[in-house]
C-alpha cells in the first residue's frame, strides 16, 4: 500500500473542503472497499479524509413522508430499520443479500454506492484495463467476462456495477444528497448518479471532485409487496450473476429494477409497462440493446427465468 | 507455482482467491507495512483491546489485523486473504464483529476491540469456546478465531433482531440451522468444520434459554 495522510474530519463542510484542496485525497468511510483496493495498489490516494464522526449516520423522516438516510448509516442498520422494513423492505432485502455480516457492520450506504466494479481485469493490475488505466485497452471483452454486463456497455469498457443496495434504491427513485467544498448542496436523482462508461469507463458517477454524499433520500412508501431475488454462484457471500428487485401491487402492476447485468443499477420504464404481459415480455423490454459476449449471453435467459420465478411466487401469495 | 513450492500461507491465499467473491485473477499480496516502514509521520492510536488501554504510534497504513497482530502481539486472530473474503481475521469493535483487515487501526483510535483472547481464557472459557471443543468446530484451526467471535455476534444480532437473507418475515426474526449458516457464511473453513460449527451454536443457543426458536 502506497504511503499516505490520515485526518480525521471535524465537520461535513471541512471535509468536503479538505477533499477538493488536497491532491489526491480521497473519503474514507467503511473502508471496505477502498481499503481492498489501495492494498493492491488500484486505488493510490495520498491523503484519507475519515468521515465517520460528523453525525451522519441517522435514518431522518422528511416532510414529504419519506425517509433521509444518512451517507454513513451501515448497511446492517439500515437493513434492520424498522421503517425500512416496513415501507421499503426491497432496500432491506438488497442489503441482506450483499456481502457478509461483518462486511454489513462496517459498510456505509454512501461507501455501498460508490463501490467500484468487480471486474477480474480491473482487480488485476497486470491487466489492461481502460476503467484502471484509461486508453490500456479492456482485458475482458475478450477474456472472462461471464460475471460482467450486458446493458449500458460500451467498446471501453463492459464492467457490471456490483452493488445490491443500489438496485434497490434505483427502483425506489431515491436521491443522492451531497455537498461540495464551497458548501453547495444538490440532490442527484438515482437514475443519473451513476454514468454509464463511454469512451470514458473511469468517470463513474456525477460528483465532481471532493464532492461528498451526505445522504439517499426515499421519496414516500409506495406499498405493495416487495422482493429481491439474487442469482449467484454461491447461496450467500457472493455477487449477483443477476438480480431482480421489485414492486408488485394488487391491480398487476410492477416496477423493476436489475443487478448484476448493467454498467450501472438498471431499470427501464418500458418494463414497467410490460408488468402486464407477463415475464418474457418484462424480459425483452428490460433487455433492449442488450449486448452479450460469448460467456455472458446465459444471463438474458437467466433474467427471463429470475423473472418468471417471481411471477410464479406472487401467483402463490394472491 | 510448483506444488512443492505450497506454503501454508499462500495455500491459504491460494484458496481466498477460489472462494472469493469476486474473481481475482491474481492471488492477493497480503504483505503488512513493518512496523517502522515509510517516510510518513506515525500517528498515536489510543485502543482498549481485551479490556486493556493501550497505546501505540503507528504508520497510518497498518490495518487493525496487523496493529492486533505485529504490535500487540495477539495472533489470536488470523490473516487469511486480507482482503474481506474469508472471516478469518473477524474481531468484535464496539460490539459489532468487523474484518480487522479492511479497517484502519487509525480508525478506530478511542474505541474498544475484543479479541479470541477477550472472550476467555483457558482457563475460563467462554462458553462458544467450550461448545466449539465440545463439538468438534474445528480442524486445523486456523479459521477459528474468526469462527468464534462471528458466532458470538451472530447470536446477539439474532437476539436483537436484524434481519438476514433468509429471514422469511422480516418482523420476525427467529433462530433456525438456516439463520445461523448464512448468518456465518462470512467465515470460510477449509476443513469444512460447518457442521460442528452450527452445533456448537445451537449448544449456546440453548443454554441461554432463548426463545423463539425454529426448527
Ligand atoms: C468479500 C466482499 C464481498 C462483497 N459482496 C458484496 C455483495 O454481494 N453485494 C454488494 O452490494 N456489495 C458487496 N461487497 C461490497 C461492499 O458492499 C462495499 O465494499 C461497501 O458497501 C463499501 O462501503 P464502505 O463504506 O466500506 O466504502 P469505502 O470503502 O469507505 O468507500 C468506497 C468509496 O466511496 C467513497 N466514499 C465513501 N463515503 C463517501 C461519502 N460519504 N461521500 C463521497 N465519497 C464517499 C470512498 O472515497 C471510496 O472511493 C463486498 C465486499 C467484499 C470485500
Ligand atoms: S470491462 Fe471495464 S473494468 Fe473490466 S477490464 Fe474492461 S475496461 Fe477494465
Ligand atoms: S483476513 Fe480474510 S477477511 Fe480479513
Ligand atoms: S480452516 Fe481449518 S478449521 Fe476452519
Known amino acids: 500500500m502506497k504511503s499516505f495522510t490520515y485526518e480525521r474530519a471535524t465537520s461535513v463542510q471541512a471535509a468536503a ?21 489501495m492494498k493492491l495498489q488500484i486505488e493510490t490516494p495520498t491523503h484519507l479524509i475519515d468521515v465517520n464522526h460528523l453525525g451522519l449516520d441517522r435514518i431522518e423522516e422528511t416532510p414529504e413522508g419519506g425517509l433521509r438516510i444518512g ?30 455480516g461483518q462486511l454489513r457492520n462496517k459498510a456505509t450506504t454512501g461507501g455501498n454506492l460508490l463501490q467500484r466494479t468487480r471486474c477480474p481485469y480491473f482487480y488485476d493490475t497486470r491487466m489492461p484495463c481502460n476503467k484502471r488505466q484509461p486508453g ?10 461471464r460475471s460482467l454486463a450486458i446493458l449500458g456497455v460500451s467498446d471501453a469498457c463492459i464492467a457490471q456495477h456490483p452493488s ?12 443522492v444528497d451531497t455537498i461540495d467544498a464551497n458548501g453547495a448542496t444538490r440532490s442527484i436523482p438515482i437514475a443519473d448518479f451513476h454514468l454509464l462508461p463511454g469512451d470514458t469507463p473511469q468517470r463513474e458517477t456525477l460528483l465532481k471532485p471532493g464532492e461528498m454524499i451526505t445522504a439517499v433520500t426515499l421519496p414516500k412508501p409506495i406499498g405493495g409487496a416487495h422482493v429481491y431475488r439474487k442469482v449467484r454462484d454461491r447461496a450467500s457471500y457472493a455477487f449477483a450473476l443477476v438480480s431482480v428487485a421489485a414492486v408488485f401491487g394488487k391491480d398487476g402492476t410492477a416496477r423493476f429494477a436489475f443487478g448484476g447485468i448493467g454498467a450501472k443499477p438498471w431499470r427501464v420504464a418500458a418494463a414497467d409497462a410490460a408488468a402486464k404481459q407477463g415475464p418474457k415480455a418484462v424480459a425483452e423490454a428490460a433487455l433492449t440493446g442488450a449486448r452479450t459476449t460469448h460467456h455472458n449471453d446465459f444471463k438474458k435467459l437467466l433474467v427471463e427465468r429470475t423473472l418468471a420465478s417471481l411471477y410464479r411466487q406472487q401467483e402463490a401469495r394472491a | 507455482m510448483s506444488s512443492d513450492s505450497l506454503t501454508r500461507r499462500s495455500l491459504l491465499q491460494g484458496s481466498a482467491v477460489i472462494a472469493t467473491a469476486a474473481p481475482t485473477l491474481s492471488a492477493a499480496s497480503a504483505t503488512a507495512p513493518s512496523p517502522n516502514s515509510g517516510a510518513k509521520a506515525m500517528m498515536p492510536v489510543e485502543l482498549t ?7 501505540l504510534q503507528l504508520d497510518p497504513r497498518t490495518s487493525l489485523l496487523d496493529a492486533l497482530r505485529e504490535h500487540l502481539h495477539l495472533t489470536g486472530t488470523k490473516k487469511g486473504c486480507d482482503h474481506g473474503q474469508c472471516g478469518a481475521c473477524t474481531v468484535i469493535v464496539e460490539g459489532r464483529r468487523i474484518n480487522s483487515c479492511l479497517t484502519l487501526a487509525v480508525m478506530h483510535d478511542g474505541e474498544t476491540v475484543t479479541t479470541i483472547e477477550g472472550l476467555g481464557t483457558p482457563e475460563a472459557l467462554h462458553p462458544m469456546q467450550k461448545a466449539f471443543i465440545v463439538h468438534d468446530g474445528y480442524q486445523c484451526g486456523y479459521c477459528t478465531p474468526g469462527q468464534i467471535c462471528s458466532a458470538v455476534s451472530v447470536l446477539e444480532e439474532i437476539a436483537a433482531g436484524i434481519p438476514s437473507h433468509v429471514t422469511q418475515d422480516l418482523d420476525d426474526v427467529a433462530l433456525s440451522d438456516a439463520e445461523l449458516r448464512e448468518r456465518m457464511s462470512g467465515n470460510i473453513c477449509r476443513c469444512a468444520a460447518y457442521p460442528n460449527i452450527i452445533a456448537a451454536m445451537r449448544d449456546v443457543y440453548g443454554q441461554s434459554g432463548a426463545k423463539g426458536e425454529k426448527a
Open chain 1, 164 to 175: 445490491d443496495m443500489a438496485v434497490a434504491m434505483r427502483l425506489l427513485d431515491s436521491a
Open chain 1, 71 to 100: 451517507a454513513l448509516v451501515r448497511n446492517t442498520d439500515l437493513a434492520a430499520d424498522k421503517r425500512v422494513r416496513r415501507d421499503y423492505a426491497v432496500l432491506s432485502r438488497a442489503l441482506v443479500a450483499g456481502a457478509s
Open chain 2, 49 to 55: 483491546v481485551n479490556g486493556r488501554e493501550v497505546h
Open chain 1, 17 to 37: 473542503k479538505a477533499a477538493a484542496s488536497v491532491q489526491g485525497a480521497r473519503f474514507i468511510a467503511g473502508g471496505t472497499n477502498l481499503l481492498d483496493l
Open chain 1, 136 to 145: 490500456s485497452g479492456c482485458g475482458a471483452m475478450q477474456g472472462m467476462s
